[in-house]
């Protein structure tokens, strides 16, 4: 208990310095969260506002896969604020795909989290969670690193006891052979 009292005691410390010595990740900080900040506001605000209008314009059919990054499409947008292209992976593929994308993300998320067994719940929800908020801050489906952890969710032989790619207990298997539970025994 006197342990974790003097952990708090110095976070607040800790906390305090940070705050008043003006560290320049603290005033990032301070103006990320009072909306001061160029590139959260380009993010999140101009990137959602270009999505909107993009879905309106195209009465929710979206711009056309590969269509947002041509100049035609940066030339309409530019009065909203567009600049080079949306830095939101769920915003840029909304706005290129429209309903047919939502649609499809639906399914892509849906296969992901309904075949994930309850002792694999905690680490591939995670994962899910990292992934989905690094793409949101400014990541792209074309990043290999999305690609990476979106195949660690749905390897279904991740935490698995038995790494035999037959799940089927030995005794459903017929009778003819060797049969093998997927299990390395050592007889002494």
């Known amino acids: 208990m006197l342990g974790l009292i003097a952990l708090t005691f110095l976070a607040v410390l800790s906390v305090l310095a940070?705050?008043?010595?003006?560290?320049?990740?603290?005033?990032?900080?301070?103006?990320i969260v009072n909306g001061n900040d160029g590139?959260?506001?380009?993010?999140?605000?101009?990137?959602?506002?270009v999505m909107k209008q993009m879905l309106l314009d195209t009465h929710y059919f979206g711009?056309?896969?590969?269509?947002?990054?041509?100049?035609?499409?940066?030339?309409a947008y530019a009065g909203f604020g567009l600049v080079d292209v949306i830095s939101n992976s769920f915003m840029y593929a909304l706005?290129?795909?429209?309903?047919?994308?939502?649609?499809?993300?639906?399914?892509?998320?849906?296969?992901?989290?309904?075949?994930?067994?309850?002792e694999e719940k905690i680490l591939k929800y995670a994962l899910l969670f990292f992934i989905v908020s690094y793409q949101i801050a400014g990541g792209y489906f074309t990043n290999p690193v999305n690609w990476i952890v979106y195949g660690i969710i749905a390897n279904p032989y991740l935490l698995r006891h038995s790494r035999s790619p037959n799940p089927v207990p030995a005794e459903n298997l017929p009778a003819v052979g060797v049969q093998s539970t997927g299990t390395l025994e050592l007889k002494s």
């Open 95 to 118: 706005a290129e795909g429209g309903w047919l994308m939502i649609f499809l993300l639906t399914v892509f998320f849906l296969s992901l989290i309904l075949p994930v067994r309850p």
């Open 18 to 31: 940070v705050v008043n010595s003006n560290n320049s990740f603290y005033l990032r900080f301070n103006d």
């Open 63 to 75: 711009v056309g896969f590969g269509n947002l990054n041509t100049d035609t499409i940066h030339n």
């Open 39 to 49: 590139s959260v506001v380009y993010r999140f605000n101009v990137s959602f506002r």
